[in-house]
Structure formats: C-alpha cells, structure tokens
C-alpha cells in the first residue's frame, strides 16, 4: 500500500462509451502524474499536475482528458477510445517540490478498449 | 534529465547478491541517480536514491562512482519476489519535473 488509491483496478470500455480513472493521495503531496504503460513499453508521461494546475503535456490525444480538482484526487476522463489505448494506466504523487523526495505511485488502472 | 544505459536482463540465484549495474556518462551535477522497480503489472515501487554518497536502506544498496558517471544497485540477498524490472534513472527533482522511465533491467531470480 503506497497510499495512492487508483479505481478501477479493471476497466473493459467500447469505443463509444466514456468513463473516468480516479486517482486519491493523502500523503499531502501536491503534485500529481498519470502514466501509461502499454505491453513491453516503458512507461510514458501524460500529464503532470503541480498545485493542481497542469504544467506538463506530452501530446496526448484529445480522447484523454485530466482532471485534477485538488491536491488530492486526480481524474482521467476518457471518451471514444481506440483499442490501442487498451494499456495499464498508472497515477501517482509526490512533493512537486524541489525538495529532495520520492515519487508513490498506484496499482493502476488495466483498461482493455474493445 | 540525464540520459540512463542498463542491461535488458538479468539473472541471480536465490540468496545471493543482485548487483545491477548503470551508466550515466551525462548526468549532471545536480541530478540524482534514483532506483525504482516495477513488479509485474503493478505501480513502480521507490527503491533508493544518492547524488554523490553510496546509501543504503533496508532494500537495497547504491553504489555510486567517484566522477558519478555509473552507479550499481545492490541487492544483498536476493528472493524470488526480487523478480522485477528495475530502472535506473538520473532526476532533477524540482517543481513539475517528473521521472522519464527507459526500459530497465528485467532481473529474474532463480531458485
């Protein structure tokens, strides 16, 4: 238990539906990332969140839009997915601060596109 | 952020020490070498992290050359829940900077 909470665990979706990945800290960190890991890739950024306000945007398609409505949860809402989207979606926190920390992640979200 | 080399794969016995090796020729002086690992089709999972100093903690080991171009990830007694991918990776921390993951180690402990 990192005390980053990700739900679902699990997400079957078509690709005409719209459904929303949650992400909750309460490590009193403030600043807020999601990943995405597809098979046998490396992790990639998405998004980060510092004082809930994006900072960072790794060109991601518009079919993935964050939420972040404070310092403690986080939202990945998604709408007419492709089935190469189909990956394990990973939130996580930190400080955000320059101060020297680790980053927690979640257990993720598996989101199968069909 | 500084760019990392580490070798795709790795083997260990059951017990001893897992030593996983990585380059950093580019790191810069201010960047830290941190240590994350990902156990299968979970979340990365903080290991340790130095700047300069070797460290220890009740994980694992670091080990960081002198001129800080290459560093070494000890893990004394190696389980079989050890099997993971592990990577290394030079981080600047500082407001909305984030960790750039490359592809790891995929160390597997054998019995």
């Known amino acids: 238990e990192t005390g980053v909470t990700q739900t679902p665990r699990h997400l079957v979706m078509g690709m005409t539906n719209k459904k929303s990945l949650k992400c909750e800290q309460h490590?009193?960190?403030?600043?807020m990332y999601w990943y995405k890991q597809s098979a046998k890739k490396p992790l990639e950024l998405m998004f980060v969140?510092?004082?809930?306000?994006?900072?960072e945007n790794n060109s991601v398609p518009s079919r993935f839009s964050p939420e972040c409505p404070n310092s403690s949860h986080l939202f990945l809402h998604l709408h007419t997915l492709q089935p190469e989207d189909s990956a394990l979606y990973l939130c996580?926190?930190?400080?955000?601060?320059?101060?020297?920390?680790?980053?927690?992640f979640g257990q993720g979200t598996r989101l199968t596109v069909v | 952020d500084a760019k990392t080399t580490q070798p795709p794969s790795m083997d260990c016995a059951e017990g001893r020490a897992a030593n996983l090796p990585c380059n950093h020729s580019t790191i810069s002086g201010n960047e830290y070498v941190y240590w994350y690992r990902q156990i299968h089709s979970q979340g990365p999972q903080y290991i340790i992290h130095g700047l300069k100093n070797n460290e220890t903690n009740e994980m694992a080991s670091l080990i960081i050359t002198e001129d800080r171009k290459s560093s070494t990830l000890i893990l004394p007694h190696a389980t079989l829940r050890d099997t993971a991918v592990y990577y290394c990776?030079?981080?600047?921390?500082?407001?909305?900077?984030?960790?750039?993951f490359g592809g790891g180690t995929r160390l597997m402990v054998k019995p």
């Open positions: 969140y510092s004082l809930e306000e994006r900072v």
């Open positions: 990776i030079a981080f600047l921390p500082r407001a909305g900077n984030m960790l750039t």
């Open positions: 996580a926190s930190s400080q955000g601060t320059e101060r020297n920390t680790e980053a927690f």
């Open positions: 490590l009193g960190h403030n600043a």
